[in-house]
């Protein structure tokens, strides 16, 4: 079974209901464990109307996705980052806890080349080396080969694991961001769609052929907008209780019903 790439598309306006930059943290950090817990593969953050925070989002995010103990190393501490302390943790197996075990994979920076090959920061208490020669100061996926008095570790990715996000600042209109993705099928959430249940079959029909899957995340004040195309125009939370439903919380809620839409095609494959 070939696997597929879900990405969802985010507007930069997403911080745009609140001043206080410890909420808008927050909020940010709601859709990061919510890509995780879900799966998500890329996270496209696309101009809106309004005043965006495209690179406050993206900080966050790629934050969020990097591990604890490189952290420091890749980031310096910005206004940005200023109150990372209340995102929630993603838990994931590219964020392990405890020392590196042999045949384990880790995420490590490059932190220097030498005539051995490269020596890799993988949260050890010393520096690893891998015989490759790399690129400095990028994040790789190794293997541990050997952990003793020298850590060896080889540049490999693991297999049918979630491995985390990667987030893009397109710095297009969601229009624009659209057709340079080029996404096999598109979905659109909006009160103003189509129950999913009016349409399952047909929705699920469609993601069983896509290798590529978008979903996209109107602003907090307008929506989607009206000239988007997309396959499908879906209302994922029908029925709702409140006047409105914040783009953190639509995105939770539409990957809910999505994750279980994939669990029903994977049984009946």
């Not at 009160?191 to 469609?206: C, F, H, M, N, Q």
Request: net charge positive.
């Amino acid at each position: 079974m070939y696997k597929r790439c879900l990405s969802i598309f985010i507007p930069d306006t997403l911080t745009e209901e609140t001043r206080d930059p410890k909420i808008k943290t927050y909020k940010v950090g709601i859709i990061g464990r919510a890509a995780a817990i879900f799966r998500v593969d890329e996270i496209i953050i696309y101009r809106d109307e309004g005043k965006g925070e495209a690179k406050f989002i993206k900080d966050i995010l790629a934050y969020m996705d990097t591990p604890q103990y490189l952290r420091r190393k890749v980031f310096p501490l910005t206004p940005n980052l200023k109150h990372v302390g209340v995102l929630p943790p993603l838990r994931t197996p590219h964020h392990p806890i405890g020392k590196p075990q042999v045949g384990e994979y880790r995420q490590g920076l490059t932190i220097k080349r030498t005539r051995r090959g490269t020596i890799v920061d993988i949260g050890a208490d010393r520096p690893a080396l891998t015989r490759e020669k790399l690129t400095v100061n990028k994040i790789l996926t190794f293997k541990v080969i050997k952990y003793g008095k020298n850590i060896i570790v080889e540049p490999e990715e693991p297999e049918d694991v979630y491995w985390g996000y990667k987030v893009k600042d397109t710095g297009k209109s969601l229009e624009e961001a659209l057709k340079s993705e080029r996404k096999d099928v598109v979905i659109a959430t909006s009160k103003y769609g189509a129950p999913l249940t009016s349409i399952l079959d047909e929705v699920k029909s469609r993601l069983e052929k896509a290798h590529e899957v978008a979903i996209l995340f109107g602003g907090p004040y307008k929506g989607l907008p009206k000239t988007i195309k997309a396959d499908f125009t879906l209302n994922t939370i029908p029925d709702q209780g409140t006047e409105t439903v914040r783009t953190e919380e639509a995105v939770l809620a539409t990957l809910s019903i999505f994750n279980i839409i994939g669990k029903i095609q994977s049984e009946e494959v």
